[in-house]
């Protein structure tokens, strides 16, 4: 979203956040006006609030909280201050989020209860209680997953007119932000150009905020994170994935004093974001996390969904667990640096995407002109944007269907069962974006070989591989039978079940048990060999 755009920009959170300060400000600033739901409302009744509760009830005024933001989602160029409770309701969500960017401003109780006992405005009914710090602090706990699904920026520290200079230059960044709503906590992927030295505004925390990252992209982006509190710097590499590695980050997060209120943040690429997820899902039973993918395989995938692993020697990502971020930042000006083989094996992601469920994006990567984009990714910030962008959307489909990998989502495994074996054998020599792409081209072949597609898609499978940069065979150094061997230690296997995700046409895939050995034994031989 930039400012010149014409979508409200609506504030919500708590009272005594800074809402109505804040809005204002930005107000001026853009040359917008400003509406108060809560002062339009009394406005209108003749009543303050305290008034409507007393003589209408709560009911009541909760109806024409719903009347108002229906009204307002209508109109654009605005700035709105909501009620604190005005937008926890889904119905008032949708109104007012359709022609509108929403952002939360959270504080502490006790900022909070210090900034309330000092505003001469009374219209606080829901603290007219005997112990308002103990009312502050329940009221929070039970909005804290409503509000978790906007974007967070704690006011606790900064002046009012700091909040409204930092918002307006985040505006300004050329950017798309989508929603994340599953059971457990709604969140906001953010995709776009220079947005990350906003994590500090953005992350919403009022405790300590440590980035761990590793030693080649912390040198060039770790300073890049706004004011943080600690840097956590680990070797770079896969073998970092370890339990080691954890030991020493929880040693280091215990010597600064590192606390549940604390958020940490993950900037790297799919390791780095594995091995971080994995300490905020464990460290003190689970932190607050922040993902800062900045490769592209970690944006169009492994950032989205918060499952987080740890490599054992017999395996890949053999223990792990769930830990969803409260925010995924996606800065596509940090794929400008990476060296152009691991932009191509990115794209092995996007590609399984598109065969998953998007046909405009399979068909805009078939049709593209490659290796020229390539190149222009390191020049391009819209177009690398554009094709995250769609490409989350698949995987954020799947995460919201099936947030605990239960059912549906095992569809994103496409590739994979063959991918990691394939990898084991070759002793990680191979980027995980090439693994990837072999074990794509492995399961095409298998589904045509048992009749579940046609020969022709297995074929087209194959040009788009080659045409991006990506092998479609495997290295004939890699023998199939160990490569059969590993794939029955996969942490996916059934029982005794071989179980596979396989293409039927592009757009539909099924996930397929009891193949028996043989047939994966004949598609390994099919396509081992030299690129076609």
């Known amino acids: 979203m930039q400012n010149n755009d014409n979508k409200n920009i609506i504030f919500t959170g708590f009272m005594g956040t800074g809402k109505t300060t804040v809005g ?22 003749g009543l303050t609030i305290p008034e409507i509760f007393h003589k209408r009830g709560e009911t009541a005024f909760r109806k024409m909280e719903a009347d108002i933001a229906k009204e307002l989602g209508k109109r ?36 909070i209860l210090s900034r309330l006992e000092s505003d001469k405005d009374h219209r606080r009914p829901l603290l007219d209680v005997p112990n308002p710090s103990e009312q502050i602090f329940e009221l929070l706990q039970e909005r804290k997953k409503g ?31 989508f929603a994340i709503d599953i059971p457990t906590q709604s969140y906001e992927f953010i995709v776009g150009n220079g947005i990350l030295p906003f994590t500090r505004q953005l992350a919403g925390t009022d405790g300590m905020l440590i980035v761990i990252t590793d030693a080649v992209v912390g040198k060039m982006y770790a300073q890049s994170c706004g004011s943080v509190d ?51 899902a464990t460290y003190m039973r689970g932190v ?103 490409a989350i959307q698949v995987k954020i489909s799947y995460v919201q269907k099936d947030p605990f990998d239960e059912g549906i989502r095992k569809q994103l495994n496409m ?31 298998l589904s045509a070989q048992l009749g579940y597609c046609d020969h022709d898609l297995k074929d087209r499978i194959d040009l788009v591989l080659k045409k991006v940069g990506l092998p479609n065979r495997i290295p004939t150094n890699l023998a199939p039978q160990s490569i059969l061997d590993a794939m029955s230690r996969d942490k996916k296997r059934l029982a005794q079940s071989n179980r596979l995700v396989l293409p039927v046409k592009v757009g539909q895939v099924f996930v397929a048990d009891n193949i028996s050995d043989s047939d994966i034994l004949n598609t390994l031989k099919e396509v081992s060999g030299s690129n076609v």
């Open 415 to 445: 590739g994979h069962t063959f991918a990691h074996a394939i990898e084991k054998v070759s002793e990680y020599a191979l980027r995980h974006g090439e693994a990837v792409a072999m074990g794509i081209a492995a399961a095409t072949d």
């Open 147 to 177: 509000y978790q699904r906007f974007l967070r920026l704690a006011t606790d520290d900064s002046h009012p007119h700091d909040i409204t200079k930092n918002l307006l230059d985040f505006m300004q960044k050329s950017q798309e932000q």
């Open 76 to 111: 654009e160029g605005l700035v709105i201050s909501t009620g604190g409770r005005l937008m926890l309701d889904p119905s008032n969500v949708e109104a007012l989020s359709a022609n509108g960017r929403v952002f939360c401003l959270v504080a502490t109780p006790e900022e």
């Open 230 to 280: 600690h840097i956590i710097t680990i070797a770079a590499g896969r073998q970092q994935k370890t339990l080691a590695t954890v030991q020493s980050i929880y040693d280091q997060l215990l010597e600064v004093g590192f606390d549940r209120a604390g958020t940490i943040v993950a900037l790297g690429g799919s390791v780095l974001g594995d091995i971080a997820g994995f300490v905020a």
């Open 24 to 45: 204002k400000l930005l107000a001026e600033k853009l040359g917008r006006e400003f509406i108060d739901t809560d002062q339009l409302i009394e406005d209108r009744q």
């Open 288 to 390: 607050n996390l922040v993902q800062c993918p900045t490769s592209l395989l970690a944006m169009a995938d492994t950032s989205i969904g918060g499952k987080n692993s740890i490599d054992l020697a017999q395996g890949k990502n053999l223990i792990g667990s769930f830990k969803q971020p409260s925010l995924v930042l996606a800065d596509v000006a940090t794929l400008m640096t990476l060296p152009t083989e691991e932009l191509i094996s990115g794209m092995a992601e996007v590609i399984k995407h598109g065969l998953l469920a998007d046909v405009d994006l399979f068909e805009k990567i078939e049709q593209g002109d490659w290796p020229l984009i390539t190149d222009s990714l390191h020049s391009s910030h819209s177009e690398i944007q554009q094709l995250v962008a769609q």
